[in-house]
C-alpha cells in the first residue's frame, strides 16, 4: 500500500525528516509513536502534500503510484485521507454541504455519479448515528465552535463517509475524554477491513488499547528508530521516550 | 440637468435631515479633494463612454437565476395611489410596470400593497426620484433590481419614510454590466425597522450611497455584498443617530479581482441627545489578486457621551489553510476557492428574512461568484 523510502524533508532551513523508511502493506495497522518535536505531524502533512513542506530526498510509493508527484487533492482522491490533529473551522460552511462536496469529488474522480441529496442524507445519517454525533451539529459551520471532541469525531466522520484507503490519525486522541476516546476509536475499528490501511499517530499508548495495531514504531530526531509489535508501546509507556529512542 | 432639478427638489421639501442640509447639498459627484470623500474618482468617468467596457467583458451575464421567481410569483402591477394592490394572494410579488407618468417625483404609498413583495425594475424609468411612504407594521418587501446593461446617467434617488413602528425590508440587486448610481434616503420614524441588503456583482461602475437618519428604538440593519465586479465600485453610508436608544448594524463584504477598485466608506454619526445608541459596523474585504484594490474606512462621530460604538476592518486574501483543508478532501482549489467565497458572503445572505427573496439571492450568488 505505502512504502516510504529513506524520506528526508525540510521546513524552511530546518531539517526534519532525516530519513524515514516506512513499509505499510493493506490490511495493517501501524501505530507511530515519538516524543514533541519528533517529525511525527511532519510526516503525516509531508505525506498529505502541503506545500510548506520541501522533500529533499527519498521516494514515496502509494499504490504502485509514485505520491510524491501528486497534488494534495490527487493524494486524497487516490485513497490517502489524513484526520487532522487540529481540524481547520470555516465559518459559512456547513459540516454536510463540506462532507456532500468531498465524496462527490472523489466519485467524480473515480467516474462514478454524484450522490444525490436524499442518497447522501441516508449515508450521513447511518454514520452519524455510529459515531454518536447530533445531527444539528452537522447543520452548523464546519467545525465552528466546535468542543475538541466534536472536532476529532467529525474528522472521523469525514473519514468514514470518504472510506480511504489508507488513513494517517493525527494524534487523534489529543484533547479527547474518555468516552469520546472510545466512541472516536469504535468508529475507526468500523472503518477497518481487510483492505485499507491505517498509520495512528499518538503520544500515549491508551489509544491503542482501543485501537489495536499490527507493528509500532518509534520516531525521534527525524528517524524511525524501533519498530516491533503491540508489546513496544507498553514497554514504551513503562520505560517513557527519553530511555527508548535512543537506540 | 438632473442633478440640479433633484437637488431642487429636495431643497423645496420639508424634511430636515442631516443628509439634506449638509450632503446632497453639494454635487452628488463628489470631487475627490473632499475629504470626507477621499476614495472618490467617480468625477473622473464619463459615463457615457462606459458602455465600451461592456464588449472587452468576458464574463458570465446570465440572469436565470431571475427566471422562476418571475414566472411564479410576480405579477405586473400599476403603479396609481387609487387601486389597491392585491394580486395573487400575499405570498406573490407585484411588480411595477412602467406606468409611471413623472419617475422623478412620484410617491408612493406603500400601505396599499397587500403583497409581501414589491419589484422595481430601474430599467424601465430613465430617472428616478421616487418617495416611499409606509406606515403598517407588518413587514413588506421591496426589492430594487437594477441590471442588463442600465446604464444611470443620473443618479436614481429613492427616499424612504418608514414611519412608527413600521418594518420595511429592501434587497438591492445590482448585476449584469451596470453603471450605477443610486442614493438612498431613509427616514427612521420611531420604533421603525429597515432591513437593507445590497447584493452586487458583475457591474462596471457603482457609486451607491445610503443615507438613515434614526429616531428613537429604531432598528437598522445594512449588509452588503459586492463580488465579481469591474471598474469602480463606490458604496458610502451615513447612519445617523438622531434620538436615544437606536441600534444600526452594518456588514459590508467585498470580494475584489480582475483588477476592480472597491471602496466602503462608512460613518455612524451620534447626536449629543442620541445617548443609549448601539452601533457597529464591519467592512471585510477578500482581496484576490495583485492587481486589484480595495479601500475601506469606518469612521465613527459621537457627540453622546453613553454610547456603544465600535467598528472594525480587514482586507485577506484566502486562507491558506483551509484552502489546503479542502484539498486534503479532495476538494480541487479551485471549486474550494468558489465555496470559501460564498461562505464569506454568507453572512450577508444569511440577512435577508424573506425566504423566498433569500433563495432568489442565493441564485444570483451562485450565477456570478
Redesign the interface.
Known amino acids: 500500500m505505502l512504502n516510504i523510502n529513506n524520506l528526508k524533508a525540510s521546513i524552511g532551513d530546518k531539517d526534519i525528516l532525516k530519513g524515514v523508511s516506512l513499509s505499510i502493506n493493506k490490511g495493517e495497522v501501524h501505530a507511530l509513536m515519538g516524543p514533541n518535536g519528533s517529525g511525527k505531524s511532519t510526516l503525516s502533512y509531508v505525506l ?4 510548506k513542506y520541501e522533500v529533499n530526498e527519498g521516494t514515496v510509493d502509494f499504490k504502485g503510484k509514485n505520491l510524491l508527484n501528486m ?3 490527487e493524494r ?2 487516490n485513497g490517502l485521507f ?1 484526520a ?1 490533529q487540529y ?2 473551522e ?4 456547513q459540516t454536510s454541504f ?1 462532507l456532500r ?2 465524496i462527490n ?2 466519485r467524480k ?1 473515480n467516474n462514478l455519479p454524484e450522490l444525490d441529496a436524499l442518497e447522501f442524507a441516508k449515508l450521513l445519517k447511518l454514520k452519524a448515528q455510529e459515531l454518536n454525533i447530533n445531527p444539528d451539529m452537522l447543520k452548523r459551520d464546519l467545525n465552528v465552535d466546535y468542543s475538541g471532541g466534536e472536532k476529532k469525531k467529525q474528522e472521523i466522520l ?1 473519514l468514514s463517509m ?1 472510506n480511504p484507503d489508507l488513513a494517517i490519525l493525527d494524534e487523534t486522541d489529543s484533547g479527547l475524554d474518555i468516552d469520546a476516546l472510545r466512541i472516536v476509536s469504535e468508529g475507526v475499528n468500523k472503518a477497518r477491513n481487510k483492505e485499507n490501511s491505517f498509520l495512528v499517530i499518538t503520544h500515549y499508548q491508551r489509544l491503542l488499547n482501543y485501537i489495536k495495531p499490527d507493528f509500532v514504531h518509534i520516531i525521534a530526531d527525524g528517524k524511525i528508530v524501533k519498530s516491533g509489535d503491540y508489546s513496544l508501546a507498553l514497554e514504551l509507556e513503562d520505560q517513557g521516550y527519553e530511555k527508548m529512542a535512543k537506540v | 440637468m438632473n442633478v440640479d432639478k433633484f437637488i431642487e427638489n429636495i431643497k423645496n421639501k420639508e424634511i430636515n435631515t442631516y443628509f439634506q442640509k449638509n450632503l446632497l447639498a453639494v454635487n452628488p459627484f463628489k470631487s475627490h479633494k473632499i475629504e470626507n470623500y477621499k476614495y472618490s474618482q467617480l468625477n473622473k468617468i464619463d459615463f457615457n463612454k462606459s458602455h465600451n467596457y461592456i464588449h472587452e467583458l468576458n464574463l458570465n451575464t446570465k440572469d436565470n437565476f431571475l427566471d422562476d421567481f418571475q414566472k411564479s410569483k410576480v405579477r405586473e402591477g400599476i403603479s396609481s395611489d387609487h387601486i389597491s394592490w392585491n394580486f395573487n394572494g400575499p405570498d406573490s410579488a407585484i411588480r411595477l410596470s412602467g406606468l409611471i407618468e413623472d419617475p422623478f417625483n412620484h410617491i408612493f404609498n406603500l400601505d396599499n400593497i397587500n403583497n409581501d413583495i414589491c419589484i422595481i425594475d430601474l430599467s424601465l424609468y430613465e430617472e428616478i426620484n421616487f418617495v416611499f411612504n409606509y406606515t403598517k407594521n407588518k413587514k413588506i418587501s421591496i426589492v430594487i433590481i437594477d441590471s442588463n446593461y442600465n446604464i444611470h446617467k443620473s443618479p436614481k434617488c429613492f427616499k424612504f419614510n418608514v414611519y412608527e413602528k413600521s418594518n420595511i425590508e429592501i434587497l438591492q440587486m445590482s448585476y449584469n454590466k451596470n453603471t450605477s448610481l443610486i442614493f438612498y434616503e431613509f427616514n427612521q420614524f420611531n420604533s421603525s425597522v429597515v432591513n437593507l441588503t445590497v447584493l452586487q456583482a458583475n457591474n462596471i461602475h457603482l457609486r451607491n450611497e445610503y443615507y438613515f437618519n434614526l429616531g428613537s428604538d429604531c432598528i437598522c440593519r445594512i449588509s452588503g455584498a459586492n463580488f465579481s465586479n469591474l471598474g469602480i465600485n463606490d458604496n458610502y453610508s451615513f447612519i445617523q443617530h438622531s434620538k436615544p436608544n437606536s441600534s444600526s448594524r452594518e456588514i459590508f463584504k467585498s470580494i475584489v479581482d480582475h483588477g476592480a477598485i472597491t471602496n466602503f466608506q462608512g460613518k455612524i454619526y451620534v447626536n449629543k441627545i442620541a445617548q443609549k445608541t448601539d452601533g457597529y459596523q464591519m467592512s471585510r474585504s477578500l482581496l484576490l489578486d495583485d492587481i486589484s484594490k480595495s479601500n475601506n474606512k469606518p469612521e465613527l462621530e459621537i457627540y453622546a457621551d453613553d454610547v456603544k460604538c465600535s467598528h472594525g476592518s480587514t482586507v485577506s486574501n484566502i ?1 491558506e ?2 484552502l ?2 479542502f ?7 479551485e ?1 474550494a476557492a468558489k ?2 467565497k ?6 450577508v445572505l444569511d440577512s435577508i428574512e424573506n425566504i423566498s427573496l433569500k433563495e432568489l439571492s442565493d441564485k444570483m450568488i451562485n450565477e456570478f461568484l
Open positions: 498529505s502534500g502541503k506545500d497534488n494534495v487533492e486524497a482522491n489524513l487532522f481540524p481547520m470555516i465559518p459559512g460552511v463540506f462536496t468531498a469529488a472523489k474522480f469525514q470518504l | 486562507n489553510d483551509q489546503y483543508y484539498n486534503s478532501r479532495g476538494i480541487s482549489s471549486l465555496i470559501l460564498k461562505a464569506f458572503i454568507q453572512e
